[in-house]
């Protein structure tokens, strides 16, 4: 979950899960932009007969069909670092999960795209939480994560997107969530 575990006294407690601002987005963020640019430019290059990239001379690509290909895959590329960049700089998927026995409330907290659903907030009375779920799916594309389970609501996922947490990570956090909540645990 990536989560870090902050407790104010014995009856709050709070997990801050990391959105699209994690160091592999960043990576990929930066890689994806230099080579949409390379490619963008090595377009351009062709095209105008100047040369703009300082480690290769793209000015002898045939603009017909060379330099057309390169410039649709460097607009293709600067497009999607475009999107990742603002998916970083929104911090898609960041929040918190906060589990407060003062005043009875569960807020389960997360950060979407802008517009209207921008902030997602799910929030449920203590009592009416029935289990935490822990989900285990190895193979191909294998999934774990804990699931909040309340009356009337569908499961609430707590656990991040992305890479698959560390089997006693999981089961750790599922253990001190449910012995917090004083909930089973279901799914181990």
Do not use: H
Request: aromatic share 10%; with cysteine.
């Amino acid at each position: 979950m990536t989560a870090q575990v902050t407790s104010t006294g014995q009856n709050i407690l709070r997990q801050t899960i990391t959105g699209s601002r994690r160091l592999s987005n960043y990576w990929f963020a930066i890689i994806v932009t230099m080579g949409g640019t390379g490619f963008l430019l090595a377009a351009i290059s062709s095209y105008t007969k100047v040369n703009l990239l300082p480690f290769s001379d793209p000015t002898m690509l045939v603009f017909l069909p060379q330099g057309i290909a390169m410039g649709f895959y460097g607009l293709a590329g600067t497009l999607f670092s475009v999107n990742l960049w603002l998916t970083i700089l929104w911090d898609v998927g960041g929040g918190y999960n906060e589990f407060n026995k003062e005043t009875g409330q569960v807020n389960i907290f997360r950060w979407g795209f802008p517009g209207q659903n921008r902030k997602i907030e799910v929030t449920c009375k203590t009592e009416d939480v029935q289990a935490v779920r822990v989900e285990i799916r190895d193979g191909l594309n294998p999934k774990r994560a804990l699931y909040l389970r309340a009356k009337g609501k569908r499961d609430i996922p707590l656990t991040r997107i992305g890479q698959p947490i560390a089997l006693a990570t999981l089961e750790n956090q599922g253990a001190e969530l449910a012995r917090f909540l004083g909930v089973p645990l279901e799914g181990l």
